[in-house]
């Protein structure tokens, strides 16, 4: 079934934010029109543009420093650019915040350094710092200095946990480390006691149904070959009392929308009244203060 059909026409048409979303899996019509004509699949750039056509949107978007550190760039030049491409769509209403993005699996230097790059940034749009990548590599314990520092600098703290690792990452991330909210967290289902933690503290877990399909870390938590969207503890963690916001990860990479991953909750069952509160949650545990959001 279609998303349009799937999903109530009132929940398809409110305001929402993003709040886990790769710049890396978020690319312009134009290229991807020239990607998926390189693999065999024409797409009219019209078409992709219908995709992209956002009102009314507040995002924060997660920037692989890491990689671009890594990769010898300046991250500071590359930040410069980001926000006068983005800065244009404000007054239609879009608002961009950004997050400073270490891969855990570079280890705890390298993590310092985007701390340090955001802090030359010098720029209130970078509302948090975090880490991704490989949660197996590094223990979570050692970038305690890393999330003090970017804590004095005044950012906020995230970290991608429990989404292939277990339900131990998640409660490491919040008790080592500060972590507001968390990327992905589906490993929260096999732990009662910490579903209990993080419905407690309100620490919400930005779940992103379509990418746990396609990455399978929902089979991977659910201890299955195979999941189906509607195996997904989404619905679970909520009505547990778990604050929830819901995202895309990499849209482009894994085909999917914002409006999709409502259409996805809908599948898992959940009632129109449900999904209204994960749109007001979106804006509830955004960084930026509401009358920036809003831009009033
Ligand atoms: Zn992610």
Redesign the pocket.
């Known amino acids: 079934m279609t998303s349009l059909l799937i999903l109530p026409a009132r929940i398809a048409s409110l305001p929402k934010a993003e709040l ?1 979303l ?1 710049l890396e899996g978020s690319i312009q019509p134009a290229t991807v029109c020239a990607l998926t004509a390189r693999h065999g699949v024409v797409m009219a750039e019209e078409e992709v543009r219908q995709r992209y056509a956002y009102h009314d949107f507040y995002t924060e978007v ?1 920037l692989s420093i890491g990689v671009m550190l890594l990769r010898k760039q300046r991250p500071e030049a590359n930040f410069e650019a980001l926000i006068r491409a983005t800065e244009p769509f404000e007054s239609s209403g879009l608002r961009f915040r950004w997050v400073f993005d270490a891969a855990r699996q570079f280890g705890v230097d390298a993590a310092m350094e985007v701390v340090e790059s955001a802090e030359r940034c010098h720029s209130k749009a970078i509302v948090a710092f975090g880490i ?1 990548g490989d949660e197996m590599s590094i223990p979570t314990e050692e970038f305690r200095p890393v999330y003090n520092r970017a804590g004095q600098i005044g950012l906020h703290k995230l970290m ?1 946990a429990g ?1 292939v690792g277990g339900p131990e990452k998640i409660r490491e991330a919040i008790e080592f480390l500060g972590a507001e909210r968390i ?2 967290g589906i490993a929260a289902i096999n732990d009662p006691k910490l579903m209990d933690f993080l419905a407690e503290r309100k620490i919400p877990l ?1 779940i ?1 149904p379509g ?1 746990n399909m396609k990455t399978a870390a929902l089979a991977k938590q659910l201890g299955r070959k195979d999941a189906r969207i509607e195996d997904h503890p989404l619905p679970q963690l909520l009505r547990h009392g778990i604050p929830v916001v819901l995202s895309t ?2 849209p482009a990479m894994f085909h999917t929308t914002l409006h999709e991953e409502y259409a996805n909750a809908a599948r898992m069952g959940l009632q129109e009244h449900e999904l209204v509160s994960i749109v007001e949650m979106g804006f509830e545990h955004a960084f930026a203060p509401a009358r920036e959001i809003h831009g009033t």
């Open positions: 886990h790769h997660t991704g991608h989404e990327g992905h930005e992103c990418s990860d990499d």
